[in-house]
């Protein structure tokens, strides 16, 4: 029999022995993927999938950076809603590499927007364009929200000066853009504050080789700062609430997860000291048979969640994270756990929704 | 000679009650014939339990204890009295009348009161008052339960703070000494008076939402920025007898 390269590749290679045999368990992780010691200082940042890779971090006994501490007289639900201790420092959701990039030059100074007020939605508080729903009810003035803007930079420039590893979750392609300089929103303009002005904001939905490019620049400049940071891309399995391309939402969300998919593969593949974690293919892959989605198949279940998580802690601590024993709980605490979850999960996205509410 | 009393009153509180109950008791022991100020400190083993019906911390459907009820429904029936509150005013104290090891200030949107310590972490106001509102749970329960039990009432705003940094610090109290241990300075005049001026607020739109009055501070006991004048000054948090007098003739002209 004639010998060619299929013949010694490992189970992993071959669908049937890799994903059909294992089922919604599998484990999609081979290669090279960084080991993170206890010490290291690991940040997160993304998209409002983040928020559940984050939390998970947290209370898995890594060293979770966080530079944006809430004041201890705060009360701690005040804080939590007010998006303390959801990622490493208060930014908030950050759906694409254009505003990971632009936060980290207006950390240090490189970017002043030129729109970078917006008036709330009750035309009165003052809201932050680049983390527009961080400060329920918005801030109570422009002063106060420049004062709370420069503190939260000096912990993000904090957070990028100290990390040792960045888990940045990649969540859009699409987004709105200024027209002066192309800063980059989190929300369209008008939707959680400010007002949309077609001539100011512009539609944006990036390319793969845009993405691509971003990623490498933004690595560039987090080096300069930290040559010792590392970086693990994901992509979030959170379809798209929305889009604004003009397409059906559902090949625009396969769009927008394709071209991220691809960019953050070539970014692993060129870049040293940045990696891929396939959680977008473990939370929706065939062998999950949507399970893994809520029944909006838009949220991603607890389950999913661990499960991704399980996974992620097996390769890069050489954790066997303890599997929850559902079946010790009633279905409706199981229940009233996964709604605590997703209520948490302030996903800016979903207010969208509300615009056609 | 001092103007007499013209009306029973019955005074519901707290700490803020002392000086009140001495005021009430020099007229009282120099005029024993005129009506008289009674008050009743929710808190006292006597009235125990204070509350009934608060869960896991929650104090929504809180009532006052039967007990505390019934002291209450006793001075109501037997004098008469015009029923005011000077329940709670000190949860702002415990968030900002020592100085934080960790400084915070906030802005105050209206009445800011002096600038912001330079250096200190600035926190959103509404974050300082949902803070606020969640710690005050407990005096808001005494104020719907006070209703509940007396009908409409007359609330007296807590005293202001004092302005001065040494007197506090001189005369701290050793629960807040403990609290943040040594050493011990006084925050900063500003974030004490803004603190005080966001709690006061919070339970005017409170006492005004139970369809109850409303009465500021006294004037005369505050200083031309509206700090508590060291004469009326108890202790760093309480005004003292002759405070407690200006509380009951205010409560009379009300």
């Known amino acids: 029999m004639a010998d060619h390269p299929y013949r010694s590749l490992p189970d992993s290679a071959y669908w049937r022995r890799a994903v059909a045999a294992k089922g919604a368990a599998v484990d999609p992780v081979v290669g090279d993927f960084p080991l993170i010691s206890r010490t290291d200082k690991v940040a997160t940042a993304g998209s409002c999938f983040a928020q559940h890779v984050a939390r998970h971090l947290a209370r898995s006994g890594f060293n979770y950076l966080v530079t944006e501490q809430a004041h201890p007289i705060l009360d701690a639900e005040v804080a939590r809603a007010a998006g303390y201790g959801l990622y490493t420092a208060r930014y908030g959701n950050i759906y694409t590499m254009l505003q990971l990039s632009q936060l980290f030059d207006r950390a240090y100074g490189r970017f002043e927007p030129a729109e970078d007020v917006w008036v709330g939605p009750d035309g009165k508080s003052v809201v932050d364009p680049f983390r527009p729903t961080i400060q329920p009810g918005g801030f109570a003035s422009e002063a106060e929200m420049l004062a709370d803007r420069a503190q939260h930079l000096s912990h993000v420039r904090e957070a990028f000066g100290t990390l040792d590893l960045m888990v940045f979750t990649l969540g859009l392609t699409e987004g709105w853009v200024s027209a002066i300089d192309g800063a980059a929103f989190p929300l369209c303009p008008g939707v959680a504050g400010g007002s949309f002005d077609p001539a100011r904001h512009l539609f944006r939905n990036l390319r793969t080789a845009e993405v691509r490019g971003q990623i490498g620049a933004f690595v560039e400049k987090l080096r300069a700062v930290n040559p010792k940071a590392r970086l693990i891309l994901t992509v979030s399995p959170v379809p798209l609430a929305a889009s604004a391309s003009g397409n059906h939402v559902l090949p625009a969300t396969i769009y927008s997860k394709s071209a991220l998919r691809a960019a953050a593969q070539e970014a692993a593949e060129d870049l040293d000291g940045v990696f891929y974690f396939p959680s977008y293919e473990i939370i929706t892959g065939p062998q999950a048979r949507g399970r893994f989605f809520a029944e909006d198949l838009r949220e991603v279940t607890e389950d999913g969640v661990e499960h991704v998580m399980r996974v992620f802690l097996r390769h890069a601590a050489g954790m066997e994270a303890p599997e929850s024993d559902h079946s010790a709980a009633p279905d409706d605490d199981r229940f009233s756990a996964d709604v605590a979850t997703w209520v948490e999960t302030m996903c800016d996205e979903a207010m969208l929704d509300g615009e056609h509410a | ?254």
């Not at chain 2, 209450?72 to 005013?89: F, L, N, T, Y």
């Open chain 2, 1 to 254: 000679m001092p103007e007499p009393r013209r009306m029973n009153i019955l005074v519901v509180g707290q700490s803020h009650v002392a000086a009140v109950r001495a005021a009430a008791r020099t007229h009282r022991e120099a005029f024993p014939d005129e009506p008289r100020t009674r008050v009743i400190h929710t808190v006292e083993e006597v009235h125990a339990p204070e509350f009934e019906n608060v869960v896991n911390g929650d104090y929504s459907a809180a009532t006052f204890g039967p007990r505390l009820r019934a002291a209450i429904e006793d001075q109501i029936a037997r004098h008469a009295p015009r029923v005011a509150s000077v329940v709670g005013g000190n949860v702002h104290n415990v968030m900002a009348l020592v100085r934080h090891p960790r400084p915070f200030d906030f802005l105050l949107a209206e009445d800011h009161g002096p600038p912001p310590d330079e250096g200190a972490e600035l926190i959103p106001e509404a974050l300082v008052r949902a803070t606020l509102r969640a710690q005050l749970a407990p005096d808001f329960a005494r104020l719907r339960a006070l209703k509940a039990v007396a009908g409409p009432f007359l609330h007296v705003e807590s005293p202001p703070p004092v302005r001065d940094d040494a007197f506090i610090t001189a005369r701290a109290e050793e629960a807040f000494r403990g609290r943040a241990g040594a050493p011990i300075a006084a925050a900063g005049a500003g974030l004490r008076w803004r603190m005080w001026r966001l709690s006061s607020r919070l339970i005017r739109d409170a006492v005004e939402e139970l369809g109850c009055r409303y009465l500021p501070a006294p004037a005369a006991a505050r200083d031309p920025d509206g700090f508590l004048s060291l004469d009326f000054a108890a202790d760093p948090t309480h005004g003292n007898e002759a405070y407690g007098e200006l509380l009951i003739r205010a409560i009379e002209a009300a």
